[in-house]
């Protein structure tokens, strides 16, 4: 990983890493930037979906479905992706923070580092021991990868077994699935 890239990677993750971590009552969101078009809000165990030109539509922990203020009928294959999909979600969060606590890590190593280097001289060390710190965030982050696929494949089965789900088959596409794993095995 370049030095530059590994600079806003490691301002991105500690910011997460600082953002805290209170179980189901914590409110953060997915969204606004290029993995997802449309956005995931979650707050009091409970997922909030925006798609354009639709309703809200909010995922329970426990798989129930409301569009709009307006309960949906889901039958037991229906909640269970509704499950999925709301802990893929979860999990992105958990991940991030993960990420984030690796990449503060390796910030708190570049330091350590870099006044080692100017201390001694040996600045050209400087890029090999960060280097070798830098697997721990690119694992956390493909975990986050992962996570978004897992939304993508529930996502894609809500669409074809409930109607009323359509709308929001489109927060997640295929290409931010392939665009996230190809820019994190760059970074390898």
Known sequence: MSPRKLIGVLMITALLAACGH?????????GDSNILDGGIHVHDGKATLHAHGAPEAVISAAGELTIGQQSIAVNDAQRQLLQQYYQHVVAVREHGIETGKAGAAIAGQAI???????????????????EAKTDAVTQSAMKICSDIAGIKTAQ???????????PYALIVGEHEVADCENDSKEDR
């Open 22 to 30: 209170n179980g189901n009552d914590s409110d953060f969101s997915i």
């Open 112 to 130: 350590s580092s870099v006044a080692k280097g100017v201390a001694s001289g040996n600045t050209d060390q400087i890029d090999k021991d960060i």
């Open 156 to 166: 894609d089965g809500l669409a074809s077994q409930l109607p009323a789900f359509k």
